[in-house]
Antibody, heavy 123, light 106 residues
Framework: QLQLQESGPGLVKPSETLSLTCTVSGGPITTGTYYWGWIRQPPGKGLEYIGTIYYGGTTYYTPSLKSRVTISVDASSNQFSLKMTSVNAADTAVYYC???????????????WGHGILVTVSS | VMTQSPATLSVSPGERATLSCRASQSIHNYLAWYQQKPGQAPRLLIYDASTRATNIPDRFSGSGSGTEFTLTISSLQSGDLAVYYCQQYRDWPPYTFGQGTRLELK
């Protein structure tokens, strides 16, 4: 059974860089059937798509965050990562990693999610 | 832009719940529905507007195309209390979500 697990610091100072890792178990990240994404949810609010990566390195980002976000993949560790620079209080949220269907072959819905990690931006 | 209505829906146990999602332009049938229970990650319910995801009971059904979509939960159970989100994947990035509908027990 596929499992995703987010890890990283729960507290980041304003203007610094947020770094999270998603470890995938129960299946290879190198499958061509899926992409791998990050979604966040500010406390008490809705879901916001951040970006997606294919194991080959192709990335897609939401335009409003594109200048601050980098998603990368480490196939040897079956992990993918999120870096967000220059964070501020508005970046405080639960960050989820998720598996997404290949948008070129299938339906690109997010069909498997990690439990999420709360990241607070505060000094 | 994806707009969901109502923001909150109160339904009695055993009754039917009907949730709506409207797209600002046609997204054909490129729509998913998710269920998020308190303190949990979202769970995929429906994709391609009307196809149930794996292990989703047939009490959950989706319909619609173009700009108007509906999620119907027949015979509501207490375990269905959650926030429900729609998400389009016609024009991406970004994959935009609706703001959610909170389903409560009456």
């Amino acid at each position: 059974q596929l499992q995703l697990q987010e890890s990283g610091p729960g507290l980041v100072k304003p203007s610094e860089t947020l770094s999270l890792t998603c470890t995938v178990s129960g299946g290879p990240i190198t499958t061509g059937t899926y992409y791998w994404g990050w979604i966040r949810q500010p406390p008490g609010k809705g879901l916001e798509y951040i970006g997606t990566i294919y194991y080959g390195g192709t990335t897609y980002y939401t335009p409003s965050l594109k200048s601050r976000v980098t998603i990368s993949v480490d196939a040897s560790s079956n992990q993918f990562s999120l870096k967000m620079t220059s964070v501020n209080a508005a970046d405080t949220a639960v960050y989820y990693c998720a598996r997404q269907g290949n948008p070129y072959d299938d339906y690109p819905a997010f069909d498997s999610w990690g439990h999420g990690i709360l990241v607070t931006v505060s000094s | 832009v994806m707009t969901q209505s109502p923001a909150t829906l109160s339904v009695s146990p055993g009754e039917r719940a009907t949730l709506s999602c409207r797209a600002s332009q046609s997204i054909h049938n490129y729509l998913a529905w998710y269920q998020q229970k308190p303190g949990q990650a979202p769970r995929l319910l429906i994709y391609d507007a009307s196809t149930r995801a794996t292990n989703i009971p047939d009490r959950f059904s989706g319909s619609g195309s173009g700009t108007e979509f509906t999620l119907t939960i027949s015979s509501l159970q207490s375990g269905d209390l959650a926030v429900y989100y729609c998400q389009q994947y016609r024009d991406w990035p970004p994959y935009t979500f609706g703001q959610g509908t909170r389903l409560e027990l009456k």
